[in-house]
């Protein structure tokens, strides 16, 4: 065997041609934005432009019908104009009506319907497809068809109520202390299912040992509902009323399907004033405004809530 300084061995080396130069690929942190920015600049086109652009807005008196009017600036005029009329805090109270009872609704009849279903009893699944149904559902489809149903002459609910006040022609969605109930009922109808499916996630996700080690102890149903089923739970529930809370304050077309406007206005919700404001009398401006204040009351909501969200999950 030839040792590596024979005259053999150099002279082979030194007839041997060189080596390719060795390519510089992209690194990997040079890779990974090569991938996240066209992510970044589509986020950047979709959603931080127009926010700001809305925000600049709500400073002015631009109005969208008319493009050739001179933009002037009002400060905070807009902001002052809002806060001092009584038609926006009417709108906030109708909007903070509609989401709590629509939220305690589907979160006491959602719990309830996840705690049966995860008996697993003989036709449960069956019954569980039933259910999710409405979900699947448009909220504009949705307002449609219960608007058929509110009608005097077909609505199960309207003919209960109306036996009991002694009306004929009674409608829900017509009069002025229950449409609003009315509303809540359809939301309730339609989005229970989904504050379902989540409570269900969250009680199959319990370990069947906790339970065990709980009868062992001598510990009750109720006991172990109070300090071990809902304890475990209560992160998931928390999560369905953040999800639907922000729905429920961005509803709309629902709404708009059910009441066409009426009674009064008594179902005018925060976004529905919104839409009169922008798009019926065309003040762009002063809409902005009110969608900029939406936003931070959602955006301050939410951020306090999920800062307790983790504190509970993290117990």
């Not at 309730?188 to 269900?200: A, G, H, Q, S, Y």
Request: proline share 6%; hydrophobic share 50%; net charge neutral.
């Amino acid at each position: 065997m030839n040792a590596p300084d024979h005259p053999d061995t150099v002279r082979a080396a030194e007839a041997a041609p060189p080596p390719p130069p060795r390519r510089r690929g992209l690194s990997d942190r040079a890779l990974a934005w090569v991938f996240i920015a066209p992510v970044i600049a589509l986020l950047l086109a979709i959603n931080i432009f127009p926010l700001l652009w809305n925000i600049w807005l709500s400073f002015t008196n631009y109005r969208a019908n008319r493009p050739g009017m001179d933009v002037r600036g009002m400060g905070t005029g807009n902001y002052e104009r809002l806060l001092g009329q009584d038609d926006v805090w009417e709108s906030l109270q109708h909007t903070a009506h509609f989401v709590t009872w629509s939220l305690f609704f589907q979160v006491v009849i959602g719990f309830a319907l996840a705690w049966l279903i995860n008996k697993q009893f003989r036709g449960s699944g069956l019954w569980t497809t039933l259910i999710v149904l409405p979900m699947m559902l448009s909220p504009a489809v949705v307002g449609t068809f219960w608007t058929y149903l509110y009608q005097p002459q077909v609505g199960i609910f309207n003919a209960i109520v109306g036996f009991f006040t002694g009306s004929t022609h009674f409608s829900m969605i017509a009069d002025r202390d229950l449409a609003p109930w009315a509303i809540v009922l359809v939301d309730t109808w339609m989005w229970t299912p989904f504050v379902m499916l989540i409570c269900l996630a969250g009680l199959r996700s319990v370990p069947q040992d906790l339970y065990e080690a709980a009868e062992i102890d001598g510990a009750s149903p109720l006991r172990q509902f109070v300090t071990i089923t809902l304890p475990m739970v209560l992160p998931f529930l928390m999560l369905a009323v953040l999800f639907r809370g922000i729905e429920n304050f961005k509803m709309f077309d629902m709404v708009v399907e059910l009441t066409s406007g009426g009674p009064g206005s008594v179902t005018e919700l925060a976004n529905i004033f919104l839409k009169r404001e922008a798009f019926e009398k065309w003040r762009t401006g002063y809409a902005a405004a009110l969608a900029v204040i939406l936003f931070v009351t959602v955006f301050g909501f939410a951020n306090i809530y999920v800062k307790a969200w983790n504190t509970v999950k993290q117990r």
